[in-house]
């Protein structure tokens, strides 16, 4: 069964709004949890680290203030697009990873801002 | 973020046929293999791992090599079918600790050929 579950698998908005992604663990509680983005026939960019009960750690070229990363228990961390733009248009995907665990990758968002 | 290149390469393999893709990696120092699968619109799956202190390791219908010398990865898939069809990317983990993070390689698009 799945490991990982994200919502929602696909969302349209209008640009200038704010976009909530969320990313639970299901077998295992994720000490630490990522965030990736992937445009279209191009590798995973990880965006942030994220750390339960700490701020999360964000890649070069990252504006923590665009996305803000909240991991406020060991099964639960989001990710909001704020002020979304058609530019942040992409494929987010979270992954998660405990204690002798292999990151295992939720089935990610699509996010289309118009 | 950090990754490694931007376009995609492919590979195209008639069904039954042995596959094998390639990666090279950056960091010498790297201690920990992955290679995933991505079908469309999905998070990447793990295949398989490896760790620096071997050369090879085999799993069921796979294999992976690892090349230190030359910071060189590979994937074998024995008697390639459809469902085989999908991008592969390697990643590699710098420290060898699960709960950090792993950087992708570019991807290889791999099409199966009924």
């Known amino acids: 069964g799945a490991v990982v579950s994200q919502h929602p698998s696909w969302v349209i908005c209008k640009s200038g709004t704010s976009v909530k992604i969320e990313c639970r663990s299901l077998?295992?509680?994720?000490?630490?949890m990522f965030w990736y983005r992937q445009f279209p026939k191009q590798s995973l960019m990880l965006m942030a680290t994220?750390?339960?009960?700490?701020?999360?750690?964000?890649e070069q070229g990252v504006e923590k203030d665009k996305f803000l990363i909240n991991h406020a228990s060991l099964t639960l961390s989001t990710l909001t697009v704020t002020s979304a733009h058609p530019e942040d248009s992409s494929f987010y995907i979270c992954?998660?990873?405990?204690?002798?665990?292999?990151?295992?990758f939720g089935d990610g968002t699509r996010l289309s801002i118009l | 973020g950090e990754s490694v290149g931007l376009h995609l390469p492919t590979l195209s393999v008639q069904e039954g046929d042995n596959s094998i893709i390639n990666c090279a990696y950056s960091?010498?120092?790297?201690?920990?293999f992955i290679w995933y699968k991505q079908e469309s619109g999905k998070g990447p799956q793990f295949i398989i791992d490896?760790?620096?202190?071997?050369d090879k390791r085999q799993g069921q219908r796979v294999t992976v090599l690892l090349n230190k010398t030359v910071k060189h990865l590979s994937l074998q898939i024995a008697a390639t079918q459809p469902g085989d069809s999908a991008v592969y990317f390697c990643?590699?983990?710098?420290?060898?600790?699960?709960?950090?993070?792993?950087?992708f390689g570019p991807g290889t698009s791999l099409s199966v050929i009924p």
């Open positions: 994220s750390n339960e009960g700490s701020k999360a750690t964000y």
């Open positions: 077998d295992f509680q994720a000490t630490t």
């Open positions: 992954s998660v990873t405990g204690v002798n665990q292999p990151q295992h």
């Open positions: 490896i760790r620096s202190n071997m």
């Open positions: 960091n010498s120092a790297s201690d920990y």
């Open positions: 990643a590699e983990n710098p420290t060898g600790t699960s709960y950090d993070k792993v950087i």
